[in-house]
């Protein structure tokens, strides 16, 4: 065996493009178990959660306050309430698909590849992102149809037409990828799989309880535009919260963060070494 | 020889807070030879290697390749094929799917994949998750990702780091071969045995610096060119004469080891006297040996000296350890 047998392949004009780059990343993203276990777990969580908080609501109103008593309960937010659960996988798939590739040296590949670094961010940002946001949809509106099927009972349940529920279910997914993206920035500024973990879910889930423990005046004008709380109200078609940001400007401001992140991972990987 | 520095650093340096991994480190690698890079542990090699791919940023100097910056490559992996060290390669991952996923970025078609797998010899694993490889199975997979874009410049940082035999035979051919195709191939080592049947041309640093380079045969010149073993009757005589060497030994009451002077200047002198010489002998140095005079001072961790009474004890700490034969420390 001698290098000989090393044909020349047509270098010709070879260069590298985003979509080239792309193409890599979507090799890779599906060539890994942790991401069909972490999007296994999310379409469980939000099917599962909201065909079961759907049940479990529908027995609540069987059982006492009876037909039409709805207690103001929103019957699309009851059956996407797991996305609150799918948000830990989605957000350990982020940090993973980035933080993998530095805990294993498969960066300093990637980055030999396409020395100018910037196009492996936008193609794993963008992978992930399509990835999780289809593979959540089809999750939100199977978790939707199942939880409005199994609320048919309280004769209160949502249809695809009530107001409301169609942006619930497409924002719920919006929602997962912005979570994702955020993490995906993370993974990029701290480079460590443990360290991007707590720092994502410190900011999604322990700010809130924090904010919470501010002075009243202060308190909720802070929680309201932590990504958690912001990012949430589009989970919400009636009885809209006052002290909340209406559904649209608040996943804009979830949005915001995954941006941010996005960018100072964006900054980081072009300045550090690899 | 005009346009024949394929790989060119320039007063390189970097630094990582107070310390300095390479520093003022400058050379040139020619096409259709195999240069060893050479240098004890923790003497820059890695870090030099990472600074030619653009990976890593240098707080001086920089480092061409076909007289660019590594960055400006429209697509690095036609021109420059890398192994890096440490295994750059995600372990939940198959090799075939690393490779196809390297290729995707700089538009190499799935046919090379298969071909490298086959060149290399993994075709039984491709399919096997990375985790699960041998060193050797790694390193073979990392020499199909060098080769992946056909590249001209070949960086291989520990090559042969654990292989067998036959893998070491099989690196040392497939590395000549490339060379004899008119590539340029650069290898770090810190097996000088290893570099002194492979390489032709050789760098050898330490503590980030330059020490030497040159060919094989240059470089184990200019560490003292070795010893002149003298076997004569009037041994004290002649060692009172020998004023030109650097270091006269008697080993045995007939017998004299002479360093920095050779045979022909021995000879001369012994004749002048009429001394009577019985042998007259060139002790040929190895690069081993080389390597071992002129990186002396340059070792970052030096073997515990152990007398007897210190064996006793279990303290030997791993750093302290001679730097033979343990993969860099990263």
């Known amino acids: 065996m001698t290098a000989t047998t090393i044909a020349r392949s047509d270098v010709g004009a070879a260069r590298i493009t985003q979509a080239g780059v792309v193409r890599s990343e979507w090799i890779k993203i599906r060539s890994l178990r942790s991401t069909w276990f972490s999007l296994l777990a999310a379409v469980v969580m939000i099917v599962g959660l909201g065909t079961l908080f759907s049940g479990l609501h529908a027995h609540r109103v069987e059982q006492g306050n009876g037909p039409g008593a709805q207690i103001g309960l929103d019957a699309t937010q009851v059956s996407l309430r797991g996305v609150f659960l799918a948000q830990l996988a989605i957000g350990v798939l982020g940090v993973l698909v980035i933080t993998g590739e530095y805990s294993t040296g498969m960066i300093r590949s990637s980055l030999a590849a396409v020395p100018h670094r910037q196009p492996v961010l936008i193609a794993k940002a963008l992978v992930f992102g399509v990835v999780v946001f289809v593979v959540s949809l089809a999750s939100t509106f199977a978790g939707f149809l199942l939880g409005q099927q199994a609320q048919a009972s309280t004769h209160a349940q949502a249809s695809l037409s009530t107001p409301g529920a169609l942006r619930a279910i497409v924002g719920g997914a919006a929602y997962l990828t912005l979570i994702g993206l955020l993490a995906v920035g993370l993974g990029f500024l701290i480079r460590n799989t443990a360290g991007a973990i707590a720092t994502l879910f410190g900011i999604v889930l322990v700010a809130p309880i924090l904010a919470a423990a501010l002075p009243e005046p202060y308190s909720n004008d802070v929680a309201k535009y932590l990504p958690l709380n912001a990012g949430s109200q589009i989970l919400v078609t009636m009885n809209f919260d006052p002290t909340q940001l209406r559904p649209w400007p608040g996943i804009a401001v979830t949005a915001l963060y995954s941006v941010v992140a996005l960018v100072g991972g964006a900054l980081m990987l072009k300045r550090r070494d690899a | ?330």
């Open chain 2, 1 to 330: 020889m005009g346009v024949c520095r394929v790989i060119e650093a320039q007063a390189l340096t970097k630094r990582y807070g107070p310390k300095t991994a390479v520093d003022d480190l400058s050379f040139e690698v020619r096409p259709g030879f195999v240069t060893g890079f050479l240098g004890p542990n923790g003497s820059g090699k890695s870090t030099t290697m990472r600074l030619l791919l653009g990976l890593d940023r240098p707080t001086a100097g920089r480092s061409l390749i076909n007289g660019k910056s590594y960055v400006d490559f429209a697509a690095p992996l036609h021109e420059v094929g890398a192994l890096l060290e440490a295994r750059a390669v995600h372990t939940g991952r198959s090799a075939r799917n690393h490779l196809l996923a390297m290729a995707a970025t700089n538009r190499i078609p799935r046919s090379r994949v298969d071909e490298m797998i086959g060149l290399v010899g993994l075709e039984d694993v491709a399919g096997k998750r990375v985790g699960g490889f041998s060193l050797g199975m790694g390193q073979r997979l990392g020499i199909a990702s060098a080769l992946l874009g056909d590249p001209g410049v070949l960086l291989l940082d520990e090559p042969v780091n654990g292989l067998d035999p036959e893998g070491i035979l099989w690196i040392r051919n497939l590395l000549k071969a490339l060379a004899a195709e008119g590539r340029t191939v650069f290898v770090s080592s810190h097996l000088m045995s290893e570099m002194a049947v492979t390489a032709t041309e050789v760098i050898v640093v330490g503590r980030g610096k330059l020490i030497a380079s040159g060919s094989v045969a240059e470089v184990i010149r200019g560490a003292g060119g070795g010893v002149v073993l003298v076997r004569t009757t009037e041994a004290e005589r002649l060692a009172a004469l020998l004023v030109a060497a650097q270091k006269v030994e008697r080993l045995a009451p007939d017998v004299l080891q002479v360093s920095g002077m050779d045979s022909a200047a021995i000879g001369l002198v012994a004749a002048r006297e009429a001394i009577p010489l019985i042998e007259l002998t060139p002790q040929q140095a190895t690069l081993e040996e080389a390597f071992m005079e002129i990186t002396r001072d340059a070792v970052e961790f030096h073997g515990a000296e152990l007398s007897g009474t210190e064996l006793r004890g279990t303290e030997l700490r791993g750093t302290e350890l001679a730097p033979s034969g343990v993969g860099e420390a990263r």
